[in-house]
């Protein structure tokens, strides 16, 4: 049976659909001045501690800033999750009343949230709060894009409240936008204790497995990821890891989502999708090495990931599964024949854009549900892949490598895969990071390129450069 629930800002049981059943959504979009989100999401997170979010895309600026909760959607079961939650969203939104003059994508009621990787994997505590998927419908959200700011207000509310409500909120709203923001502060470096690798010696055994079983079989690839646990006497704040993140990483997508206590946070570079209007974009990325200071040194090691057979067939088997995921929902599909090199600050990978026009019964959901997950992280095939990572992971990803991103009320949204990412939980923080095993993988050399992928989060967490 479907497990899909819903809770209110204040509570926290699962009966109260009965609680809002005579209740409308009420959301209205009004422009703002121009505010800096980032300040914003710093001045104003610590009030809404547990109900807040935090996004932005390198690609066209947008940033999106959810704080409050109007309505979560969570679904703890692995049946349908993807249907069930597109399903439960139109039907919120067809009995809503909904002021937003504005064009502009992610303005007006929007979902924010993410799906686990796995639903059938075995389950950690540390994950439980964000279920197999958890999604937020922001009381307050600030929309940045282009230079203009919006601020939308989401409301349940009867009827005959509802204008003593929204003029309730609008006072909020000025006192959410005046908070003093100084944009020179600086926080207390966090002070890191010690860090532990989960299981190296387990893990290095299981990469031998799997490259066993992939020269044994039929299975062509399999990405297996490992864990990093940190702890602090002196833990950053979320917002001061993104602050890290937006100066470290600024051509990656940065985001945050929290759940009671706990914020999972990061910066990745994968978009999964994107659908504005009818043009979809999709991205394989796969295939990494490092990067060099020696400028020299640097275009070596982009051109010796470029010819290298092992991840161009990693990277080829990525592209294929998004153009054959993508091809039923599409008219028309643009797909370069060759990758090109997409320079992180830490990594370089191989990287190939993918253009199509929807279909006009595409929705992204239906996109996210076909794309993930990608070769880049469950592996080939799917279903084999996916059995060995159960059997060989021995740990439950939770979000991490999963969907994570947004939908707006005119079905815009973007989606990315939720990788360079970490898990903060008091004065501790679960880093993750994952390596495509083939037929020629050497664990060794697998395992220091899962150290590589850490150091970017490992980095922000403590607020160094270097």
């Not at 505010?35 to 940033?63: C, T």
């Not at 854009?353 to 592996?379: C, M, R």
């Not at 740990?395 to 898990?423: K, Q």
């Given at each position: ?21 005579n ?25 809404y501690?547990?109900?807040?979010f ?7 600026g ?10 979560s959607?969570?679904?703890n ?5 993807f249907?069930?939650?597109?399903r ?7 009995s ?17 949230g993410?799906f686990s ?18 999604f ?10 282009n ?11 009867n009827?005959e ?15 959410l ?6 944009e020179?502060?600086h ?20 990469v ?11 299975v062509?690839?399999v ?6 646990r940190?702890?602090f ?7 001061e890891v ?6 470290q ?7 945050a989502?929290?759940?009671g ?10 978009r999964?999708?994107k659908?504005?209007g009818?043009t ?7 295939g990494?090495?490092g ?21 161009l ?12 995921a993508?091809a ?5 599909m ?9 320079k ?21 959901f239906q ?9 880049a992280?469950?592996?080939?095939p ?35 895969v939720?990788?360079?990412s970490g898990?903060?939980?008091?004065d501790?923080?679960?880093?993750y990071?994952?390596c ?10 697998e ?8 150091e970017?989060?490992?980095l922000?967490?403590e607020g160094t450069?270097?």
């Amino acid at each position: 049976m479907i497990n899909l629930t819903f809770r209110d800002k204040q509570l926290n049981i699962l009966s109260q659909d009965k609680d809002q059943s005579n209740k409308t959504l009420f959301s209205f979009t009004k422009k703002v001045k121009n505010i800096n989100p980032a300040f914003f999401y710093e001045s104003n997170r610590p009030h809404y501690k547990g109900k807040s979010f935090f996004w932005k895309s390198p690609d066209d600026g947008l940033v999106l800033v959810g704080l409050g909760i109007t309505r979560s959607f969570i679904n703890n079961s692995a049946e349908e999750r993807f249907g069930q939650l597109e399903r439960v969203w139109k039907k919120q939104l067809g009995s809503a009343m909904i002021d937003n003059p504005f064009e502009t994508p992610g303005t007006g009621p929007l979902l924010f949230g993410g799906f686990s990787f796995d639903p059938y994997s075995i389950k950690e505590e540390l994950w439980q709060p964000f279920g197999d998927a958890l999604f937020y419908l922001p009381k307050f959200m600030l929309t940045a894009l282009n230079g203009d700011c919006f601020m939308t207000v989401n409301l349940l509310e009867n009827k005959e409240h509802e204008e003593a409500a929204r003029l309730h909120a609008e006072k909020e709203i000025e006192e959410l936008i005046s908070h003093p923001m100084n944009e020179n502060e600086h926080h207390a470096s966090s002070s890191l204790l010690y860090k532990e690798e989960h299981s190296v010696g387990e893990w290095l055994t299981s990469v031998r497995d799997v490259v066993n079983l992939i020269k044994e079989t039929k299975v062509e690839k399999v990405v297996l990821s490992r864990k990093m646990r940190l702890v602090f006497s002196n833990p950053p704040a979320p917002e001061e890891v993104l602050q890290n993140l937006n100066s470290q990483q600024p051509n990656s997508f940065i985001f945050a989502i929290e759940s009671g206590e706990r914020c999972f946070v990061g910066a990745s570079p994968e978009r999964l999708v994107k659908k504005s209007g009818n043009t979809i974009f999709s991205a394989s990325l796969a295939g990494s090495i490092g990067r060099n200071k020696d400028p020299e040194e640097d275009l070596k090691l982009g051109q010796t990931l470029i010819t290298d057979e092992k991840n161009l067939h990693e990277h080829a088997l990525v592209v294929e599964m998004i153009k054959n995921a993508l091809a039923p929902h599409c008219i028309s599909m643009e797909v370069p024949k060759h990758p090109e090199l997409l320079k992180t600050p830490y990594i370089q990978h191989l990287y190939t854009p993918v253009k199509g026009t929807a279909k006009s019964s595409t929705s992204i959901f239906q996109l996210v549900e076909k794309l993930h997950p990608t070769p880049a992280l469950g592996g080939v095939p799917t279903d084999k892949a996916l059995e060995l990572i159960r059997e060989k992971e021995m740990m439950d990803r939770g979000l991490y490598a999963g969907p994570i991103g947004w939908t707006d009320f005119r079905g815009n949204g973007e989606f990315i895969v939720a990788i360079r990412s970490g898990l903060m939980k008091q004065d501790e923080a679960y880093l993750y990071a994952g390596c495509g095993l083939v037929a020629d993988s050497n664990p060794e050399e697998e395992l220091k390129e899962t150290s590589m992928k850490f150091e970017p989060m490992l980095l922000a967490m403590e607020g160094t450069e270097e």
